[in-house]
């Protein structure tokens, strides 16, 4: 994939399958801005990373979901990079229970993480690219988004309301060449699913036809194929990788 020229900002892209997709899009090519929510340290590894590959590279601390934060994350990026062509929506949390013993404030906090963060931030770089008549969105969903699982109610609503409102935003933004796609990943080996006991791991692994969890860089292979050129008449989709789990 040749991603020279075009400039990228990932969300929660200090750990995990936002990092490996920061990694992977500088190794194509392109300048990247890294979001970070607290972990600082992590994120300035990833930028010395990044600019050791000859691509320039800035952190920028934002809560994503916080409209006002968002908004200003987006900006700093174009200013610190000279523009936004890529756009991964990547940050997310996870607060599980089952649907009598989940709190309100665990509903709220993930809706405002992994879906209202991502309306926050598209609509201030859409604003950019629609006047650069060229972008790429790429919004990290989940399996779960699309099966359910018990114990995850939140996530997975908000991981189903990600599919919906890329769609959305893909028929809308077709005509001005921006581009819209979903990546669904299945189990990836990273900090949130580092928390699962042995035994929830191995039922998981039965299910998976490849026979492996997957890594952050499957992910970050295909960000960078959506974030490409190659892929220019492919928007409104949503991509399992997920070693066939959920055929
Ligand atoms: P992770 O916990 O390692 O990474 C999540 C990142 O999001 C972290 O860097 C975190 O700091 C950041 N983040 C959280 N809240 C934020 C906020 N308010 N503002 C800015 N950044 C914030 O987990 P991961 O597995 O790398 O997850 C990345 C994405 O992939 C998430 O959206 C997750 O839901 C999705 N996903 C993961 C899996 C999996 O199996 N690991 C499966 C399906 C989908």
Not at 32 to 41: C, E, H, L, R
Not at 48 to 57: E, N, P, S
Not at 65 to 94: H, W, Y
Not at 102 to 121: A, G, P, Q, R, Y
């Amino acid at each position: 994939m040749n991603l020279r020229g075009k400039t990228a900002l990932i969300t929660g892209a200090s750990r995990g399958i936002g990092r490996a997709c920061a990694l992977k899009l500088a190794e194509s090519g392109a300048d990247i801005a890294v979001n970070y929510s607290s972990n600082k340290v992590l994120a300035e590894e990833v930028v010395r990373m990044i600019r050791q590959m000859g691509r320039q590279a800035v952190a920028v601390q934002a809560d994503v979901s916080r409209q006002k934060e968002a908004e200003a994350m987006v900006e700093t990026a174009i200013d610190a990079l000279g523009g936004l062509d890529i756009l991964i929506n990547n940050a997310g949390i996870t607060r599980d229970a089952l649907l009598i013993r989940m709190k309100e404030e665990d509903w709220v906090e993930v809706l405002n993480t992994n879906l209202s963060s991502v309306f926050f931030t598209t609509k201030a770089a859409v604003k950019y690219m629609m006047k650069k008549r060229r972008g790429r969105i790429i919004n990290i969903s989940s399996v779960i988004g699309m099966t359910g699982n018990a114990g995850q109610a939140n996530y997975s609503a908000s991981k189903a309301g990600i599919v919906g409102f890329s769609k959305s935003i893909a028929r809308e933004l077709a005509q001005r060449n921006i581009l819209v796609n979903v990546i669904a990943p299945g189990f990836i080996e990273t900090d949130m699913t580092n928390i699962l006991s042995e035994k929830q791991k191995d039922a998981i692994l039965s299910m998976i036809p490849l026979g492996r969890y997957g890594k952050p860089e499957d992910i970050a292979n295909l960000a960078a194929f959506l974030a490409s050129d190659e892929s220019g008449y492919l928007t409104g989709q949503v991509i399992p990788v997920d070693g066939g789990m959920n055929m």
